[in-house]
């Protein structure tokens, strides 16, 4: 009953999380577009300390928007500020993190291969680094570094990375995964809560009290406007991060690290090239690179080919696997979990819907196996029942003779 009530739980807020997050990033999209679409106003807006304008029609009405170069002479009744997406997207969650990986099964975060750890202390490292990047993105940006763009982006590419590389070294893959995703998204709205708003109430203060904006304010906004372009460019890695956790290709991977870095570098990319369109530089040549980059790391993640694979059974002189052995190996190693009604409490169903209680059903999952036990180790979750490579290949002999 337990495991059915936390599937429920992780559900719902799962569900709650992916609205969060799309009133966050499709907010923050709309407002890059007119941002990126403001036409010179008429003469008499300009008079009211307007900068930019644009006409939209949706939903079956006109909109008409401005966007002022300070702010209105007199402060509107009610302005809307856009920072519970944001907060909601990461309250949800950390809410995730801790019902899926701290309270849920341990396989997804521990792996006894990398480190043998408990719940409570792989909570307390994953906490640490989340923790402790958001402290060190703060320190940069209030450093000298931050007055060039460039070198920041490269110097925070390259803690990312560090961290990546750590994090797969201690935990599960999928647990490695999604707390590069959460040190990226806890970075990404700390920009907001320590950055962003703190400057927007500077500006606000301003035009209440009827003031040019000062040094103090301006310096504010100069280091919002950083913080926001690199929200800009962590949207589409974080988006990624977060999908990937349902595929066992990436984070099963033995490199998933470096399969993770390279994804993180090419979304980065792919998002450069819209931010160019939008300032009017048409760059596809961007795109194109993306695109090859993508095509070679599917190329070189892909598992051996079915041919491949048998050469390399026969020229090792595997022996011919029996049926009885392969029943033997899923019932030790699979079916604690994998089966109609799992005898391991983490589980109130098969994961993944897949049953293993027939030979057929081992035979019929056999591409999935192959990709979650064979060429990576992702599967048995965790490896609690401490698998070895010889029963891999045995089993990965076995479904190759079954085709
Ligand atoms: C401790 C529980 C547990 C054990 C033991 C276990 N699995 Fe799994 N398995 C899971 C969970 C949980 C998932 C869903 C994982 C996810 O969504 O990332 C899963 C998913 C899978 C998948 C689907 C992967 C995909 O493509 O999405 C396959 C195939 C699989 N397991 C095979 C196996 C095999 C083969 C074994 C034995 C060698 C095994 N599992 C042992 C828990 C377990």
């Known amino acids: 009953m337990a495991a059915y009530l936390s599937e429920w739980l992780s559900l719902l807020i799962r ?11 499709g907010a923050s999209f709309y407002f890059i577009w007119l941002d ?29 928007v401005a966007k002022y170069k300070l702010g209105p002479e007199k402060m509107p009744g009610i302005l809307h500020w856009f920072k519970w997406e944001a907060y909601s997207t990461w309250l949800s969650g ?5 019902t899926v990986y701290y309270f849920g099964s341990s396989g997804y975060l521990i792996d006894n291969a990398k480190a043998e750890l408990t719940t409570l202390s792989a909570a307390l490292i994953g906490l640490g680094f989340i923790g402790g990047m958001l402290l060190i993105y703060e320190l940069l940006i209030r450093s000298p570094l931050a007055k060039n763009g460039m070198a920041f982006g490269a110097v925070l590419f390259v803690l990312l990375v560090a961290v ?3 994090l797969f070294h201690i935990f599960a893959g999928r647990g490695a995964f999604i707390h590069v995703g959460a040190v990226i998204g806890t970075i990404m709205v700390g920009n907001v809560f320590l950055g962003i708003m703190p400057s927007q109430r500077a500006l606000v203060e301003t035009v209440e009290q009827g003031r040019e904006p000062d040094a103090r304010v301006e310096r504010l906004a100069a280091l919002a406007k950083l913080r926001s372009t690199h929200n800009n460019y962590l949207t ?13 290709m990436l984070y ?56 491949q694979a048998e050469a390399a059974a026969t020229a090792a002189g595997a022996p011919k696997v029996a049926d009885a052995d392969i029943r033997q190996l899923v019932d030790t190693h699979c079916s604690a ?18 049953a293993f209680d027939s030979l057929k059903a081992v035979k019929d999952h056999s591409a999935q196996i192959m ?25 990965g002999s076995w479904l190759q003779a079954q085709k």
């Open 252 to 307: 099963g991977h033995p490199q998933g690290w470096i399969i993770l870095a390279a994804i993180g570098f090419i979304t980065a990319f792919a998002r450069h090239f819209f931010n160019l369109k939008h300032r009017g530089i048409y760059r596809p040549s961007i795109l194109l690179a993306c695109g090859i980059m993508t095509v070679t790391l599917i190329g070189a993640i892909a598992p051996p080919t079915g041919r």
């Open 337 to 354: 979990c994998h089966a109609k009604d799992p005898s391991n409490p983490a589980f109130q169903a098969p994961p993944a819907g897949i």
């Open 164 to 166: 990546d590389w750590a």
């Open 36 to 64: 990126n679409h403001l036409e010179d106003p008429p003469e008499w807006k300009k008079k009211k300390g307007i900068k930019g304008d644009l006409w939209a029609i949706h939903g079956g009405g006109f909109y008409e």
């Open 371 to 395: 990709q979650a036990a064979v060429n990576s180790q992702y599967m048995p979750l965790g490896n609690t029942t401490g698998m070895t490579d010889k029963e891999r290949k045995e089993l």
């Open 94 to 98: 950390t809410a995730l993190l801790f």
């Open 15 to 25: 569900w709650f999380h992916v609205i969060a997050g799309i009133a966050w990033i």
């Open 236 to 248: 589409l890695p974080v988006i990624f991060i977060m999908i990937s956790n349902h595929y066992p």
